[in-house]
């Protein structure tokens, strides 16, 4: 989900684990030479998940590798069994109150730009939620540092 904060928890999960950190959404931005927002605003939505479909099939043959995935990612069935054959994945799971908190002025999220984010924020997540169970493991963040949330996937990852 979008401010989980799974681009801060990856960069320090890959330093730890002397892994490559890959962030989809920046891969995306590169690789367009323009911004997420852009793209949605531009070309689609159904051309970003496209993009994002794409790059993250290809992102995922990589080994030692810590991917952060756009929110939407995981939803997509191509990616999620791509994850669940060759990956372990990690929901970081935060309550939507504090996603609200976090992602209030931002205007860098295309589909928070509504006239009630945080209605969209709640739906969204009732929407993912479902499918972000999936996922191997699920860290419940809300009231964690993303160091303690490095720490509890590093210790999950090396048990493994």
């Known amino acids: 989900m979008m401010g989980v904060g799974k681009s801060t928890v990856g960069k320090s999960l890959a330093k730890k684990l ?3 950190f890959i962030d989809i959404d920046k891969v995306i931005e590169r690789q367009e030479g323009c911004s997420i927002n852009f793209i949605f605003k531009s070309k689609s939505e159904k051309y970003f998940r496209m993009l ?3 790059i993250t099939l290809n ?4 080994n030692n590798s810590v991917i952060s995935l756009g929110g939407g990612s995981f939803m997509n069935p191509k990616i999620r069994n791509k994850i669940k054959n ?3 994945s990690f929901w970081l799971d935060v309550n939507t109150n504090i996603l609200i908190k976090r992602l209030n002025k931002s205007k860098k999220r295309p589909l928070l730009l509504s006239k009630n984010p945080a209605k969209t924020v709640h739906k969204i997540y009732l929407e993912r939620k479902k499918t972000y169970q999936k996922a191997d493991f699920r860290i419940k ?3 964690l540092r993303s160091t303690t949330i490095t720490n509890k996937i590093l ?3 090396e048990s493994l």
């Open 86 to 88: 060759t990956c372990v």
């Open 141 to 143: 963040c809300s009231s």
């Open 18 to 20: 002397l892994f490559k």
């Open 52 to 54: 994002e479909n794409e």
């Open 155 to 157: 210790k999950i990852y």
């Open 59 to 62: 992102e995922l043959n990589k």
